[in-house]
């Protein structure tokens, strides 16, 4: 089943969230400071194509919740409002529940990326 709902996530728009993950973390590699973040982008958006049958688990320390902040300054809040605002259209049929709900998970990465990892 899991294997479905990926090959259907790809064709119907999962292959856009990926993208906006890579063109998000291409701007942050293009200062040095920046490339820790930009890899953790990468990573997400290979998590963002294949986001059925994974959980995300979050911890992390003092360094993640620093990041964390400067993620939201600098466009995190942008790209989780996008994921909610697509998850919340799905949401409306009954067919698109579980497409939405993927993207609320997306959301909440696209806050809290740091600290965040892939299961």
Do not use: R
């Not at 799905?90 to 939405?100: A, E, K, S």
């Amino acid at each position: 089943m899991k294997l479905i709902g990926n090959i259907l996530w790809i064709i119907f728009g999962g292959i856009f969230t990926a993208l906006s993950w890579l063109v998000v973390g291409l701007l942050w590699c293009i200062t040095i400071v920046g490339i820790p973040v930009g890899l953790q982008c990468f990573k997400f958006a290979k998590l963002s194509l294949f986001p059925f049958g994974k959980e995300i688990t979050y911890g992390g320390g003092t360094v993640s919740i620093l990041v964390n902040v400067l993620w939201l300054i600098f466009g995190g809040i942008e790209l989780a409002l996008g994921f909610l605002s697509m998850g919340i259209a799905l949401c409306v049929t009954i067919i698109g529940i579980p497409f939405g709900l993927q993207y609320f998970k997306l959301a909440k990465l696209a806050l809290l990326p740091f600290g965040a990892n892939v299961d």
